[in-house]
């Protein structure tokens, strides 16, 4: 029988009897806390192993916001040149769609100049009338001269005698009522428009400065807007509506 009197006989008996350790640290500790260092390690090792699959998570993230970094910048590359196609399209369809009124025009001004005499003649009370200018017909030099002249004099400027040589057509007549020579500048386009009957007026307040005769401004074609009605009114400017102009 092993007698424990104080506490030094209980460490002695301790150390003689190793094997009783275990059922001595239970007593005195308890169940919880003997499993602590077990349950610690099953902690650590459940640590572990969660940042493992977060690390792998991460790592499938990262590369598939790699893959979507690459496809949008694949997206934005593609609609770069998506949008460098369609502004070369758009540049391409604005040249085909300004030769079409490139020839519509040339067209329009075929079908006044064969006609442009008798057009004037009857809507504007105009007789003898003839062509001295137009874009099928050149000026002639002795109206070159003129034109020439009048610069020199500074009548008008060379910029006005520019702008007077790119009307569309010129003629020269009398007015049937009294005989008076007068001139008539007529500018030529389907769709009769605000630049139209400015450059009409312009030119043909040009034409009499240089000619020092009454100068009638015109415009001809296929159809015209209510607004454009209203300024060639405000101007003074005739406007002849051709039908068969019109698209």
């Known amino acids: 029988m092993t007698t424990i009197r104080d506490i030094a006989d209980f460490v002695r008996i301790i150390n003689e009897q190793p094997e009783w350790n275990d059922t001595i640290r239970g007593i005195l500790l308890g169940r919880e806390l003997l499993e602590l260092p077990q349950r610690f390690a099953e902690f650590v090792r ?140 007529a500018e030529v386009s389907i769709n009769v428009a605000d630049y139209d009957i400015t450059r009409a007026r312009e030119r043909a307040d040009t034409l009499s400065a240089i000619m020092g005769t009454p100068a009638l401004a015109l415009t001809v074609g296929g159809n015209i807007e209510p607004a454009q009605q209203e300024l060639a009114d405000s101007l003074g400017v005739s406007t002849i509506i051709v039908p068969r102009l019109a698209i």
């Open 46 to 185: 459940v640590t572990e192993e969660n940042n493992r699959l977060v690390a792998e998570r991460l790592g499938r993230l990262e590369s598939d916001v790699s893959h979507l970094q690459s496809g949008v910048t694949q997206l934005q590359t593609d609609m770069a040149d998506m949008k460098d196609w369609r502004t070369e399209t758009t540049q391409r369809l604005d040249r085909i769609e300004g030769r079409l009124g490139n020839l519509e025009g040339a067209e329009a001004e075929r079908q006044v100049h064969s006609d442009i005499v008798n057009i004037a003649s009857r809507r504007l009370g105009l007789t003898r009338a003839r062509i001295i200018q137009s874009r099928i017909v050149a000026r002639t030099p002795e109206f070159q001269d003129l034109i020439n002249d009048a610069e020199d004099q500074s009548i008008i400027t060379e910029e006005q005698g520019d702008h007077l040589e790119r009307a569309d057509v010129i003629l020269a007549a009398r007015r049937r009522n009294d005989r008076q020579a007068v001139h008539a500048v």
